[in-house]
Each structure stands twice: as C-alpha cells, then as structure tokens.
C-alpha cells in the first residue's frame, strides 16, 4: 500500500498525537463524554485533512497503522472506528452539542447514526434510550422495528376526552403498528391463541408497548347486573396513573369494536378505578384498518380510546401444532403449582 512520506503529513500525525494525548487526560475525569467528543473531533480532522489534500481513504488506513504504533494499547483507533468517527463527525457537524451524543456510550452512537435518516430521528433514539436504559440490542430491536415512524401515529380520540398535558402523554405512548414478530404463530390463529402469546411473551409485549406498563392481567372478569364480560389484557400505566384496557381483534376493525371498548372503559373506571387514578384508557390493536374510519368511529364517543394495527409475520403452517398453551393448560399448570 502506498505510503504518504511527506512533511505536511508528519506534521499533522504529530498534532493529531497531541489530541489523542490530551484525550487521555480529560478521560480520567469524564470518560464518555471525552470519549464522544474525541472521536467527533477525530472525525472532523480526518474530513478536514481529506478534503485539503488528495490522500483520500489511504489516509485513514496510514494513520490509523501510525496511531496503534504510538498508542498500542488504546482501542478505538482501528481503520474501522476512524471511519465512523468520520461519518459520526459528517452526520451531526454544526449540530453537534445540540444532542447528548455524550449522555450514551459510542457503540449505542454507531447504531443511531448509522441507522438513523436524519438528525431527528436520532434526536428520538437518543432520547429514548436515556430515558429508558436501553442495552445496545434492545436500541438495535428499536431501531429495526422502526419505533420513529410509529411512535404516537395510532388513531384517538385523546384530545377531547382527556386533559392536558395528559392527552399529547397518552398520544405519544402509542404506536401504529405494534410489532409482533416476537411470536410463532400458526396461520388462522385466535384472538384467545394471540393473547396467550403475547402473555407467554409478557417481558418483549412490556418492551414493545413501551416504558410505564405494567401488565395487571388477562381476561379480567367484571360483573354487570346479571352478566360476566372479561377484559381481554389489563395494564396500568405508571406514568399516566390510570388502567390501560387492551382489546385484541385478529379481524379488520369495524366501528362496533370502539362502541364495545367505550362501555369496557365505563366498567372499569366504575370498578376498578381508585379515586386517585386518572380515567382508564381503551387501547384496539387489529390487523388491519382503514384510518377514515377509525376516526368517525371515535369522533362521538366520549371515553378515550386508541386504535392501531400490529403486524405479526412470523407464521408457521396450519399442520404444525402450536407450541402455545391453551386456556386449560395454564389453568392446569396454575393449580398443580400451587
């Protein structure tokens, strides 16, 4: 490989040392946030050095040989790392300290702006996983699925039967769609076969829906006059304080299934609400649905009511048994442990 040997170079290696040195120092005080502004700063050498000169990509490839010379034992100056900390430099540029790159560690950077469109986007991702601690593979499950587009994208009725701010909270906890492929399913599976699954999977179901749940229960019994009708899956939701009713339909929607849902929300804030809970929420996941009318179908009912899709494409063929629990196993299963 052709080697650069002329002194503008040298001199720059020496500067670029000199960093890296000074790096070392302020890593000892504030180890990420260093690191992160390190490697920004690394990046936007490196751009600026190519586009002075004709060195190009054999530019990285010679520093980073010169580099783990001088540094053997530093990590993060492989040909590799140099070149995302070129593109980590090329995608926030003079936006860089506008978002707290700083705030979490450079693998969980390397995904977002790798994956990310814009400055947005991974505005979005950053802040998500602040908030929520979230491991580099649950950031990467994220980022996969898409949360971006469909964080708060779900069709309700919220601003008029909820307060402020609780209404754009609520808004902002819903997706459209909900991503399933967690499970197995059989094809022509059951609304009863999907909540089971779903409950079987009640840990990745907590992460997909989101911070603030916490399941409560499924097929949550409540008396009216003479009559038992059972809530499909029950949670509450820790930062809104209030019940979060969950509707499960294997079908397309259709305007009966928001009128259903109002009256579940009507028992259920009758009781099981406590005096100081806000009112319950009623959340529709289906297959499929048509957003015109989703919208009419809410737009007179007065409970607060979410309707989204989920999307489900891990199917096996009818022939093959289906590995998920019946009913009647887990009731069995519940009792033989007790």
């Known amino acids: 490989m052709e080697m650069i040997l002329d002194d503008e170079y040298k001199e720059w290696l020496l500067g670029l040392k000199s960093k890296i040195r000074s790096m070392q120092l302020k890593a000892a005080v504030a180890v990420n946030s260093a690191l992160i502004e390190f490697y920004w700063e690394l990046g936007r050498m490196i751009t600026e050095k190519q586009s002075q000169t004709k060195w190009g990509d054999k530019l990285i490839d010679q520093v980073a040989r010169d580099l783990k010379t001088e540094f053997p034992d530093m990590a993060g100056l492989s040909n590799s790392n140099l070149k995302y900390c070129k593109r ?4 926030y540029q003079s936006s860089f ?19 990310s469109g814009n400055i947005d986007e991974a505005g979005f991702y950053i802040q998500k996983t602040i908030e929520n601690g979230w491991s580099r593979d649950v950031l990467g499950m994220q980022l996969k699925s898409n949360l971006y587009e469909r964080q708060g994208k779900a069709i309700t009725n919220f601003k008029d039967t909820l307060p402020n701010p609780m209404s754009d909270l609520a808004t902002q906890l819903l997706k459209d769609p909900y991503n399933f492929d967690f499970l197995a399913m059989t094809e022509n599976y059951k609304e009863r076969e999907l909540e089971n699954a779903l409950i079987d999977n009640v840990t990745k179901f907590l992460l997909e829906l989101g911070t603030g749940f916490a399941y409560v229960g499924k097929q949550v019994p409540m008396q009216v006059g003479d009559q038992e009708y059972f809530i499909d899956l029950l949670f509450y939701h820790l930062k809104l304080r209030a019940y979060v009713v969950i509707e499960l339909k ?18 259920a804030n009758d009781i099981l609400r406590h005096p100081t809970d806000n009112p319950t929420i009623g959340l529709l996941i289906c297959k499929n649905k048509n957003n015109v009318i989703a919208e009419y179908s809410l737009k007179n009912i007065n409970q607060p009511i979410g309707v989204t899709e989920y999307q489900l494409t891990r199917l096996f063929p009818e022939e093959f048994k289906s590995s998920l629990p019946t ?12």
């Not at 450079?106 to 977002?112: F, V």
Request: negative net charge; charged residues 20%.
């Open 327 to 338: 009913i009647e196993e887990i009731e069995t299963e519940l009792k033989n442990s007790k």
């Open 97 to 115: 300290g506008q978002q707290p790159v700083d705030q979490i560690p450079w693998g969980h950077n390397i995904l977002i702006f790798t994956k």
């Open 250 to 267: 294997v079908t397309d929607f259709i305007p009966e299934y928001a009128g259903k849902l109002s009256f579940y929300l009507s028992v």
């Open 88 to 91: 980590f430099y090329t995608f």
